[in-house]
């Protein structure tokens, strides 16, 4: 059965707290959604703002192959407001709990009877698709609701939404209104879930499984509270887990890793490390046992290929390491320790990892180098000191202290910034060893207040053109950027190496 997508990110994802999206970054992000594969787009609250009128107004001129739609409440206003911006496709909702009807709308459920009706007739009249929800719905008496689903059915509705407004619903729950909704409307049913108890996902997979064809849903699960029900998670659970039906989508799965990077950056909402699907981790293995068991087969430890949604597998060495999982990580670099060499490398990685210290591959290849008494890969840059010093008035100014080889290197220089003025100092050391040079340097912070995590990628250059990126993530910008260029000197160096190991073997 084909499960039809309708994505909010641009909608109930924008109302998560702290985000705020432009016109063009709107659009950008509608034009993402599109190329992944979604079914409909909510585009916005047409109401809200005249950036967002101007938003869906740009989005409904452009020829996607979504269905595009946007929200109203059962005003006319409202309505009026969704054709004026060129959509042919309205949800409508109005609150039918007693808890929405006595405190926030105070109206009685008759009234809102009536409005929902009117609004429906009304949407009609003005030649527009539409989709109602009866908002909190999981929290409305179960007959009243029926009674609305059956009313605006009449009217006229297109299609049926259960809002589960604050992730109130149990699959069970979910699954009995859903077939409510059915027998009484014969429209098609969408479920709209809300992430408040970690339910999401498995209440739009009940809905479904309960005849609902369509959920909305957001990249990352971003959206009020604890957020929607994610995008990733519900479109690779429906494809790949075992059900009594064979559920298919119009996904691209293989862009799901880039679109959730994408809208990550764009509203300034990281993804924790350890979600599923999109998170860092979800593809990464660091414990020895794991590690030893994807090595021999990926499917011992990976319910699905990472390709499948766009990503690709890494290993990581640390603490949990095992044989297998070294040897195989220097093996890559072209390097073949012996089994002695092995476990002498491995001993090392465990002791930094038990002093808490995270070792990366370029820490690895040292360790590896000092164990194999090769001084190939002597050339490793640590940064041993460093300071620096900004403010209005007086030239942004740093002081850098590197080792290379066993030799200390120090530089001092200034540059519009501290960024500048550290990574200037850097590159007058490692100018002269290495001519490596920045080719592309990229700040993100990580929304919050100014104790936000930011996030620094660089890319460097050589000069016979190789390229190497690296990516530093923490709390202080120029800290972070000044280990974001040393991981990129040492990876381009690294990678140096590696091919003239390589070249020497051949010949
Ligand atoms: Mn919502």
Avoid at 333 to 350: F, S
Wanted: proline share 2%; hydrophobic share 40%; aromatic share 6%.
């Amino acid at each position: 059965m084909k499960v039809r997508i309708f994505d909010t990110t641009l909608r109930d994802g924008e109302q998560t707290p702290g985000v705020a999206l432009s016109p063009t970054q709107k659009f950008d992000i509608a034009k993402k959604l599109d190329a992944l594969g979604v079914d409909a787009i909510e585009t916005g609250f047409p109401v809200i703002s005249d950036g967002e009128m101007q938003a869906i107004k740009m989005i409904t001129k452009e020829n996607f192959n979504a269905e595009l739609c946007g929200l109203a409440r059962t005003d006319k206003k409202d309505i009026d407001l969704i054709v004026d911006s060129g959509l042919k496709y309205v949800h409508t909702f109005i609150a039918t709990s007693d808890i929405h009807l006595q405190y926030k709308l105070k109206i009685t459920r008759d009234e809102a009877l009536a409005k929902a009706i009117d609004a429906v007739e009304y949407a009609k009249s003005r030649g527009l698709q539409v989709e109602f929800s009866a908002e909190d719905a999981t929290r409305t008496d179960r007959d009243f609701l029926n009674k609305v689903f059956g009313q605006v059915a009449k009217a006229g509705a297109d299609r049926i939404d259960i809002p589960d407004t604050v992730g109130y619903a149990t699959p069970a729950y979910i699954a009995q209104i859903t077939k409510d909704a059915i027998a009484t409307t014969k429209l098609p049913v969408s479920v709209h879930c809300h992430n408040d108890f970690g339910l999401a996902v498995a209440n739009a997979i009940s809905g479904i499984q309960a005849g609902a064809q369509c959920a909305h849903v957001t990249i990352n699960g971003i959206g009020e509270r604890a957020g929607n029900a994610s995008l990733e998670e519900f479109v690779m659970a429906l494809q790949c887990l075992q059900f009594d039906k064979k559920y298919e989508t119009n996904i691209n799965t293989k862009l799901l890793y880039e679109t959730s990077k994408y809208i990550s950056n764009q509203v300034g909402v990281h993804v924790q490390r350890n979600k599923a699907i999109v998170g860092e981790n979800a593809f990464g293995h660091e414990s020895g046992i794991h590690t030893h068991g994807v090595l021999s087969n990926p499917l011992t430890y990976e319910p699905i290929g990472p390709e499948l949604v766009g990503r690709t597998r890494w290993l990581q060495v640390g603490k949990h390491a095992g044989a297998h999982g070294i040897s195989a990580m220097l093996n890559d670099y072209g390097i073949d320790p012996t089994r002695e060499q092995t476990h002498k490398i491995l001993e090392k990685v465990k002791n930094l990892g038990d002093q808490g210290k995270q070792v990366t591959d370029v820490e690895l290849l040292s360790i590896a180098g000092d164990v194999m008494k090769d001084t190939t890969f002597k050339r490793i840059v640590h940064l041993t000191g460093f300071s620096v010093s900004t403010g209005i008035g007086n030239m942004p100014y740093a002081f850098v202290k590197l080792e290379i080889e066993g030799k200390e290197f120090v530089a001092t220089d200034h540059g519009v910034g501290p960024v500048d003025a550290s990574l200037n100092a850097i590159q007058k050391i490692t100018g002269e060893i290495a001519e490596v040079r920045i080719k592309e340097y990229k700040l993100d912070s990580i929304a919050g207040g100014s104790n936000a995590l930011c996030e620094v990628t660089i890319k460097v250059e050589d000069a016979s053109g190789n390229v190497a990126a690296a990516k530093s993530i923490g709390e202080d910008i120029v800290t972070t950027s000044v280990q974001a260029m040393i991981e990129g000197i040492n990876r381009i160096m690294l990678k140096k190496i590696v091919k003239q190991k390589k070249s020497e073997r051949q010949s």
